[in-house]
């Protein structure tokens, strides 16, 4: 039977405490400073292609259409988001949506039909 | 005043600006956020009552076809939409297959569940204003909601059962001008709903098997979409209710609508 390493063993348990730490640190800072929380959204379109967002939770989705519409050079108003398969609103803020870091949004153009 | 302009939010869940208004207005295509509106009020006043009746907004469907790429998404999207406790579905067809293709065209695609468990089918039926032309659309679309639904319901229950027969509607109204298109998916889709809600009667009826695959052959364009054995949906009187002159007031009421929100709701 193979023998522990004990160096290996050690170093291992120091990389969890250093771990531990961090996330406390990261809960810490999330506990006093809730407004300043910022998180990276994905907006994902038909072909594919990802845009990435930084916003802040109380930011409103508004500025983040408004930022990729104008990214895409396409009128806004062309263009529909989707949050797990519902639409959301200029008026809603991530925090409402209760999106998280690195969530997707997918976005569609507007449908037209007549003849 | 900017077309841009929200009038309001109806029940949270359907934006309406006052361009989205202006589409109402003969000969004005309609937009997938008009088609939301109406299929929206359906759900939440004409239908209230009946949760088991779904009625898709146009931009899932596309998420559907386009987005979900595999079957997480799927399952996912059919989590959300609470397939498993619908017993109908109506799902809005645009000819916009891909991103950057342009689109003309709306048709009207029913889905109707079948029963649970052993005797479980699923029956699709496209109704086309416009002989057939979303005929490809429709077919890509059922192929792709299948695999959604059948993901949902567990491999073990419909494991390889083919995507089920799209049948057309022989006899569906056809709109007599260029513009009607949306207006007859809307007024399609609430008669049908409102014949499977009242010749559909009972659950247990409806729970029962739905019109199998060849079953509604003679008598073509008759589209039996409640289940249980001798309790058929008829829509031979669809021509009747869906016409351009009904399209006409059907448009003008619903604009009529939208203002008297719009009015409740700004300032």
Redesign the interface.
Known sequence: MKKTNPLYHSSSSTLANQARTMATVKTDTTATEPKSESITLRV?????EETMFKVKKTTKMEKVFASYAGRKGVN??SL?F?L????I??HQTSAELELEDEDQI?V???????? | MS??E?LF?YQD???M?R?DLHLFKA???????CI?FYFRVLEHEEFAGRPDLLFL????V???L??C?DEEDLK??AG??RLDTRSIVFIPI???E???SG????SLLVFCTGGKGEGKSGSFFHFDS?CGRNESAAMKTAAQFWRMFTILEGRDVIAGRQCPRVDAINDCPQQEN?????MYLLGMTKYVAHLFVTQGSGVATRRGSVAKEGENDEGSGTCSVAGGKGSRLDTTGLGAHVSSDAMGELRRRIAQKIEQLAGRVSP
């Open positions: 994902k379109d038909q072909t594919g806004v108003d529909r989707l797990d398969g519902q639409r609103e200029k997918d569609m153009l507007e449908q037209l039909g007549g003849c | 077309a841009e929200v939010y869940e359907a934006q600006t361009g000969p004005a295509w309609l937009n997938d956020r939301n907004d146009p931009v899932v596309s998420c559907m386009i987005q790429t996912e999207l959300g939409l645009n000819d916009a891909e991103f950057f689109c003309t065209h709306w416009s260029g513009y009607d298109c949306g």
